[in-house]
């Protein structure tokens, strides 16, 4: 409606005013770009997430030697032949050592679903399903190790079930509770190293021998640490075997 001086709209009136229906068109228009852009701004601020996945409901066989130095895992070998390890972890937030126990040292087959980033696996084992095999062939050669001398690493505590895959991503101060909880119950705890390559590499924390750490990363989990400590590349699996003492908080 108009008086000839302003143009109104009136709810039961079937048209607006020319002018008016102009102005809130443009105003519309103007309303959804903004949307728009906002949008990709917001999307293009994200961290990009990492490839890492639990391919949850889907359980898989495996066989292979059952280990258990310093944390639970199954050796077997890869597409190339090559002898693999794939850490072993329990439904939940917990370890699988008290499951495996009968079995280490063993040749065994089991069902689990897989937990993979990158070339790094993982399976949470499906409670009850594991065996030993009836024929018990000697113990595969030892995996190749490179003994990669002392360095001072830098990187964040992470549990390593969550980092690999099932959570995404499985770090960062908003992932804290979730990886003490996962430290706590007995999932091996790893520090997220960032490769030349900009990657991220999970590494297995140990002991200073190598042996499983107990709590000692618990007052550290999800925060940026600087730690001195012997590299050791195991297989395909790299290892920190630091000492405590030697963990520093990094501002």
């Excluded at 895992?73 to 090559?82: H, I, M």
């Excluded at 991503?169 to 705890?189: E, F």
């Excluded at 001195?228 to 003492?245: H, K, M, N, Q, W």
């Amino acid at each position: 409606m108009s008086d000839g001086k302003r143009d109104f709209y009136v709810g039961y009136i079937e048209k607006a005013p020319a002018a008016l229906g102009r102005w809130l068109k443009a105003l519309a228009a103007a309303t959804l770009a903004g949307a728009v852009l906002s949008g990709v701004l917001i999307g293009m601020g994200q961290r990009q997430l990492p490839e890492a996945t639990f391919d949850y409901g889907v359980r898989t066989e495996w066989s292979g030697y059952l280990v258990s130095d310093p944390f639970p895992a199954l050796l077997t070998r890869d597409n190339g032949g090559e002898i693999a390890r794939v850490h072993l972890v329990a439904v939940g937030k917990h370890g699988a050592d008290e499951t495996v126990t009968p079995y280490v040292g063993r040749w065994v087959s089991l069902t689990g679903t897989l937990i993979h980033r990158g070339n790094q696996r993982m399976l949470e084992l499906e409670p009850a399903s594991i065996a030993a095999d009836a024929a018990q062939p000697p113990a595969p050669n030892p995996e190749p190790i490179q003994d990669l001398g002392v360095h001072d690493v830098q990187g964040e505590v992470v549990g390593s079930k969550c980092f690999l895959g099932v959570m995404n991503p499985g770090s960062g101060t908003a992932h804290r509770a979730c990886a003490r909880l996962c430290l706590l119950g007995g999932v091996p705890p790893m520090l997220a190293v960032t490769r030349p390559d900009a990657s991220v590499e999970g590494w297995v924390l140990a002991g200073p021998e190598g042996g499983d750490p107990g709590d000692a990363w618990l007052d550290f989990a999800a925060e940026a640490v600087a730690v001195t400590g012997r590299v050791v590349r195991v297989g395909s699996t790299t290892f920190l075997y630091a000492d405590p003492l030697n963990i520093r908080r990094l501002d």
